[in-house]
């Protein structure tokens, strides 16, 4: 709840175009996310429906229809699916408290 809070506040924030205010968030630098999934995991499926959810870009890549989505899986340290990757780190598994965490250390950086 209060992850949805602080994302609703600082939508209405980032939008104001008074002078002074918070810059858009478009201008905020926002990490590379991927994740490494199957068409057929139920905790991916989880994944994008958060990632929507939260308005949250990602790229998806999946292991078992592409061999170089399963090289890089294999090589980023992937055990299951899904394998959640923002900038440099990597979440195993479909962990809410944890992407969030991670996105939000991004939230105040400009690019």
Known sequence: ???RTLLAL???VGTMSVAGAQPALSDIHAPK???YA???CGYCAKARTWFTEHDVQWEERDIEKSASA???WKAAGGVG???IVIGEAK???FDEAKIGA???KYAGKRS
């Open 1 to 3: 709840m209060l992850r």
């Open 10 to 12: 600082a939508l209405v």
């Open 33 to 35: 996310v991927t994740m």
């Open 38 to 40: 199957t068409a057929t």
């Open 70 to 72: 399963a090289a890089e």
């Open 81 to 83: 699916t899904p394998l």
């Open 91 to 93: 979440i195993n598994g």
């Open 102 to 104: 991670e996105l939000a």
